[in-house]
């Protein structure tokens, strides 16, 4: 059974910095892209950031370049997203993604993966 679970969400006070993980197991990924999405209460999930299976080729939502970093470790299956200079705008459940086949397919569109983590809730306060 394939899994994807998320962890390091939290509190925090805007400005100030998180570190999300994503740990997959019942499969490697290591040959696929997986990405980053969120979603607010009342609003769709949008896109938040993705990375190819060599972490190669990055992709960030306008909203979060130059402040969030995705990553991973192949070897532990395992992929993160560094989030710093948090906003309250930031607040909201990250979802990661894996997409089931090689290729990046397109990044940024929901429909390109197809395993889903339960979700981590990240709360930026001003």
């Known amino acids: 059974q394939v899994q994807l679970v998320e962890s390091g969400g939290g509190l925090v006070q805007a400005g100030g910095s998180l570190r999300l993980s994503c740990a997959a197991s019942?499969?490697?990924?290591?040959?696929?892209?997986m990405g980053w999405f969120r979603q607010a209460p009342g609003k769709e999930r949008e896109f938040v950031a993705a990375?190819?299976?060599?972490?190669?080729?990055?992709y960030y939502a306008d909203s979060v370049k130059g402040r969030f970093t995705i990553s991973r470790d192949n070897a532990k299956n395992t992929v993160y997203l560094q989030m710093s200079s948090l906003k309250p705008e930031d607040t909201a459940a990250y979802y990661c993604?894996?997409?089931?086949?090689?290729?990046?397919?397109?990044?940024?569109?929901?429909?390109?993966?197809?395993?889903w983590g339960q979700g981590t809730q990240v709360t930026v306060f001003s």
């Open positions: 993604a894996a997409r089931g086949i090689v290729g990046l397919g397109t990044p940024n569109s929901r429909n390109g993966y197809n395993y």
């Open positions: 019942g499969r490697t990924f290591s040959r696929n892209a």
């Open positions: 990375l190819s299976w060599n972490g190669g080729a990055t």
